[in-house]
């Protein structure tokens, strides 16, 4: 949401803005490309992360490789 606020801003001509963080202050972004730039790069390293813990998880059938323990898997 986010994301598409400030590319709507920025399509609108709009340099720098004043936006609410998640407390309600007012934070004066003064340039909302670069802002853009910084908050995409974080979202898709975020996502990326969050996708490959996410595909480990699917791939561990046990628990104890969930929780990365060196047990042998005979061992029951």
């Not at 001509?13 to 003064?30: F, M, Q, R, S, T």
């Not at 996708?51 to 628990?63: D, F, G, L, N, Q």
């Amino acid at each position: 949401m986010l994301i598409s606020f400030v590319q709507t801003l920025i399509t609108q001509g709009h340099v720098k803005a004043v936006l609410l963080d998640v407390y309600n202050n007012p934070i004066e972004i003064v340039e909302l490309d670069d802002f853009l730039d910084e908050i995409l790069s974080r979202y898709f390293e975020a996502t990326n992360e969050y996708h490959a813990e996410y595909s480990k998880i699917k791939k561990s059938r046990k628990v104890h490789k969930l929780v990365d323990l060196d047990l042998d898997d005979n061992s029951k």
